[in-house]
Every structure is written in C-alpha cells, then in structure tokens.
C-alpha cells in the first residue's frame, strides 16, 4: 500500500534561512508526487508537482527514487511561508493519499 | 478559476443527529472527494465519486455515506454522528482520480457535541 511519511510535525526555522521538508514515501512502481500548502484561513492548495520540475514561491522539490523522497526546499525562508505543508502521492489510477503534514513557522 | 463551494464554514449538531455536509464544483469535473482533515493525522479519505451515482469507498468510510445526483454536487452523510466524527472536512474535486490538481473547498468544521 502506497504510504506517505512526513517525520516532522512542526519546524521552525529563522527568516532568512534555508528550510528542508522532508517528505518519504513507500510506493513499489512510479509515484507522482505533490506537495500542497495551506495558509492561514485560506483553503488547502497545490504548491508544486514533480513532473512539472518548477520552482514556486522560491521553493522547489526533487524526487530521488533511490531515497523514496521528494524533500520541499527554500534557500531563505519568508516569513510569509509559515503555513501546514503537505506531501501526497498519486499511484496507478487510486486517489491522493496524503502524509500527515508539516506545520513550518518562520521566526522574524 | 475553479470554484469549490462548502456550504456551511462551521456547524455545530448533538450526538445521533444525521448530519449532511454539501460541496459543489462549477467546473465540469469528474471526480469528487471528501477528505477529514485532523491535526496529528493528516488528510484521510473518507469517499470519492468519479460519475454521478459513482462512489467508492476510501480510508476511513465507516460511519458516513455519499451521495452524487448530479455531477457539480457531492454531500457526505453522517447517518448518526458521534462526538469521534467532530473533524474538519474538506471537499474537493478534479478531471481525474490519479495524478491530478485537487482544487479543494474552504472546508467545514464540523463540532459534535
């Protein structure tokens, strides 16, 4: 069964400095990966897509098959960017499964 | 831009009441979701339609059932709610099940008391 990690339920990083979320998933054939976002009081959204290979609000995502991750990075964090993230994936033709989300806050 | 309606923000209901929570979508989209959203654990999947009259169950379907008359609108029912079932939910949809955008509905508390 298709299985999203995210070992971290709240980071806290200083602005200006880079952030890591860590995303692991156990899925057997090709996954595609997502990571949403949901601000506060505003509705849970898509941030970036690993087949897209965009970088959006500065924050870009690599999926390494070997490792089974796909880790959401920031070289300086914004305060701006506090907010829940989360990781899903999409296998064969079965709905999102989602992790269990990080909450980043970052310190002025 | 897609539009994802929940029609209550907030709802307050006694324990044994049944308990129906609306979501529409105007954009023409096949597939439909309902997720509850709990601090701790994530987003689970409780039902998703994939065509009216469709449904199938997710993760955690014991204790609700779907309803999908027609394609824009998708209501979870909470035959006899129960204070385990004080959650937030979240509707979604999307073109397909698989490896698509979820455009996701505002949400709605939902306290049982």
């Known amino acids: 069964a298709q299985r999203v990690t995210q070992p971290e339920k709240l980071l806290s990083v200083f602005k200006g400095a880079p952030v890591e979320l860590k995303c692991n998933y156990s899925y057997s054939g090709s996954p595609e990966l997502f990571w949403y976002v949901q601000y506060s009081r505003q509705r849970l959204q898509l941030l970036l897509r690993?087949?897209s290979r965009e970088s959006i609000k500065g924050f870009t995502a690599d999926l390494n098959k070997g490792e089974t991750s796909f880790h959401l990075k920031k070289p300086f964090a914004q305060e701006e960017d506090s907010a829940m993230y989360y990781c899903?994936?999409?296998?064969?033709?079965?709905?999102?499964?989602f992790g269990k989300g990080t909450r980043l806050s970052v310190i002025a | 831009d897609v539009k994802v309606t929940q029609s209550s923000r907030y709802l307050v209901k006694r324990t044994g009441e049944k308990v129906f929570l609306e979501c529409v979508q105007d954009m023409d989209h096949e597939n439909m979701f309902w997720y509850r959203q709990d601090p701790g654990l994530g987003l689970r999947l409780i039902y998703f339609s994939y065509d009216v009259k469709m449904k199938e169950k997710g993760d955690i379907p014991e204790g609700y059932s779907v309803s999908r008359e027609k394609k824009e609108r998708f209501s979870l029912i909470l035959e006899s709610a129960s204070t385990n079932q004080t959650s937030m939910y979240l509707c979604?949809?999307?073109?397909?099940?698989?490896?698509?955008?979820?455009?996701f509905g505002s949400g709605t508390q939902l306290s049982v008391l």
């Open positions: 979604a949809s999307s073109f397909l099940v698989a490896g698509e955008k979820l455009f």
């Open positions: 690993h087949i």
């Open positions: 899903a994936l999409s296998s064969g033709n079965t709905p999102l499964v």
